[in-house]
């Protein structure tokens, strides 16, 4: 029962520290703000789950393919590598948190005019008015969450939060840090979600990221004891 406690702790700090200000919360933001919000929030928050799962079950299997002691070692140097990483991106940024919330805003624009979408707004929300009267189970099969769905799932692939789920799943409880990430991602993309951009744009990335830093740092020395103490 330990080890699953201890496995959700890391993994809900963890995560939590790493989504908040992350891309894909960005993305969740600005999409609430042109869609409706349940789903969006639907689309999010299952992408973040599925990425999840795959990834703690890529961390649990890592043990049955190389020996638990290499497992760990690389455990290890990931928290510190991360922890390094976060630290430099945060000496780096300025006092404000605007910069990748632009540059997402951006990027979801730009696909939005190239798909030719942005003048079908109105129509959409009328269409998605429509599907309020269907079955909810047949929404999850509409543009929105398809959009919400593709946009975090691939946003997570070979990010930092991604990698370090991995590693965590390779050394504590798989389950536990499965229960751990999906916490923490349900709460962070329901903040996004509600809070829109206003919330997105008072997040500062450089608080984000040092913190996040000493997080990664202080998982590392304790893996590192660990290993010195076995």
């Known amino acids: 029962m330990s080890s699953v406690l201890q496995g959700f702790t890391k993994s809900l700090a963890m995560t939590f520290v790493s989504e908040i200000g992350d891309k894909t919360f960005f993305a969740a933001a600005i999409l609430a703000m042109r869609y409706p919000r349940r789903l969006v929030l639907a689309g999010c928050v299952s992408a973040l789950i599925v990425m999840t799962i795959l990834s703690a079950t890529v961390g649990w ?16 140097l990931l928290f510190f590598g991360f922890g390094l990483w976060s630290l430099w991106d945060g000496f780096k940024e300025g006092g404000g948190g605007s910069e990748e ?8 624009y730009s696909d939005l005019k190239a798909n030719g979408k942005t003048t079908k707004d109105n129509s959409k929300t009328e269409d998605e008015n429509k599907k309020q009267k269907r079955p909810f189970l047949t929404q999850f099969f509409s543009p929105i969450f398809l959009k919400a769905f593709s946009i975090n799932f691939f946003g997570e692939f070979g990010d930092k939060s991604q ?43 450089r608080i984000v990221a040092l913190s996040g830093g000493m997080l990664f740092i202080i998982f590392g020395i304790q893996s590192f004891l660990t290993s010195v103490e076995a």
């Open 163 to 205: 990698l370090a789920t991995i590693g965590l799943a390779a050394d504590e409880n798989p389950f536990g840090v499965v229960l751990g990430g999906i916490v923490a991602q349900l709460v962070c993309t329901t903040a996004a979600v509600i809070g829109g951009k206003s919330l997105a744009s008072q997040i500062s990335e």
């Open 61 to 76: 299997a890592a043990p049955n393919l190389i020996s638990r002691k290499w497992t760990h070692h690389i455990t290890t």
């Open 101 to 108: 919330l632009a540059e997402v805003e951006a990027e979801l």
